[in-house]
Each structure stands twice: as C-alpha cells, then as structure tokens.
C-alpha cells in the first residue's frame, strides 16, 4: 500500500456510487490515470475493493484507519505555513475541538497559517477544493494520522459513521 491509495479509496467512498471511470478519478484528485490504476490494483489485492475492484470493502477499510492508517502513515506537526486545514483544526472536528495550535496541509492558495502536516498525496489540497466531503474525510484521517487520544477517538466515532 501507499498513501495515495488511502487518498483513492476515500474518494471512492465519497462518491458512494458503484462504478466510476478511472479518467474522472485522475482529473479530480490530479493524479496520472496510471497512479490512479496501480492503486486500484494494490487496493484489489489487499481485499479493500471487492466487486472486481468496483467497491470499497467499507469494514475492512475502516478497520485498516482505526488500527492501522497513524502507524503505516504516521504524522507530526511541522512548522507554520500557509496552507489549508486539516486534522482538528478543519470541519467536522473544528465545532467540536477548540485549539490555538492549528494544522494545515501546505498550499500557496490556503487561506489559514498553522503548524504543517504533510497529505497523504501532495495534490490534496488541490483535490479537497472539489469536494467537499472528500476534504472532511481526509481531514478526519488525519486527525488519526496526528491527533492525541481525543481527537482520534472522536474522528474514529465519525468516520465509522461515514464509511460503515
């Protein structure tokens, strides 16, 4: 597995719909169509997409970012940039966590200042302007990835709501 497979998975559940075209994916999270492809493929054969790799195994998934996702991708705060929220610091966990420390995903066109956390993929922030649920969904990942106790804990009980 590697990062942006996570990144493509998540997409997958945002568009909750079986069958997608492999070119739509590559224009909307600007990855090339062959990325887009191998990862599919890893996914496959990890089990994570079933159907002939037309669907997320959604429990399996969710269990992969619950005990797996903050020890094969793990992520410490790095130094203040201008860029885009994420982890606590971004919707749905900004109404329900209060910080002076945010954090934000490096990009010249974000409109926050905080400590770094480096995407999953480095065209993320280009792909969460697209849509929406994608960027809560990758937000609340790396609230796993970087986030004490409280924050995973709270992200893990909201992402088993949007996955499961």
């Known amino acids: 597995m590697k990062p942006q497979d996570i990144v493509v998975l998540t997409k997958l559940v945002s568009l909750d719909e079986p069958g997608f075209i492999q070119m739509e994916l590559a224009q909307t999270l600007f990855m090339s169509q062959s990325e887009i492809s191998a990862s ?9 997409l079933v159907h002939k790799g037309q669907e997320v195994n959604r429990d399996l998934f969710f269990y992969f970012i ?21 982890a606590h610091s971004a919707p749905p966990l900004n109404a ?4 002076d ?33 994608l960027y809560e969904l990758l937000a609340l990942l790396d609230a796993v990835r970087v986030g004490r106790v409280r924050e995973k804990n709270l992200a893990l009980e909201i992402l088993e709501k949007r996955i499961c």
Do not use: M
């Open 66 to 86: 619950k005990y797996g996702l903050g020890v094969v991708f793990p992520q410490h705060p790095g130094p203040i940039v201008r860029g885009t929220l994420t």
């Open 96 to 99: 329900e966590i209060l910080s």
């Open 101 to 133: 420390e945010p954090y934000v995903w490096p990009y010249a066109k974000g409109q926050a200042r905080g400590q770094t956390i480096l995407p999953l993929y480095p065209t993320v922030p280009q792909a969460v302007v697209l849509d929406h649920y």
């Open 40 to 48: 599919l493929a890893r996914s496959s054969y990890a089990g994570l």
